[in-house]
């Protein structure tokens, strides 16, 4: 039963850090590229964005890249470079 219970406590502390975001730098809002202009250059460079959020200071996307593989980005609010990506194999 401990086993059982510490092994529960272990995966409740660890699942979080595995899946933890970005840490893009902070930068005033009135400087961030507006939303919908960061997400016209991304379909525009071949990205099919399934879904777009604020997580944070970083923009996120979650989609397909121009080779159809899924995609989990994070981007800089400011100049718009990836600080994290996952991308299936």
């Known amino acids: 039963m401990k086993t059982l219970i510490l092994t529960a406590l272990l995966?409740?502390?660890a699942a979080p850090a595995a899946?933890?975001?970005a840490k893009c730098e902070a930068h005033p809002k009135d400087k961030w590229i507006k939303e919908a202009d960061f997400k016209q250059?991304?379909?525009k460079d071949g990205y099919q964005i399934k879904k777009f959020?604020?997580?944070g200071n970083c923009y996120e996307i979650y989609g397909k890249?121009?080779?159809g593989k899924k995609v989990e980005i994070y981007f800089d609010t400011v100049?718009?470079?990836a600080v994290k990506?996952?991308?299936e194999d």
């Open 65 to 67: 890249n121009k080779e």
């Open 11 to 13: 995966a409740a502390v």
């Open 79 to 81: 100049s718009g470079k």
């Open 19 to 21: 899946f933890a975001g």
């Open 41 to 43: 250059k991304l379909e």
């Open 53 to 55: 959020k604020v997580d």
């Open 85 to 87: 990506s996952e991308i």
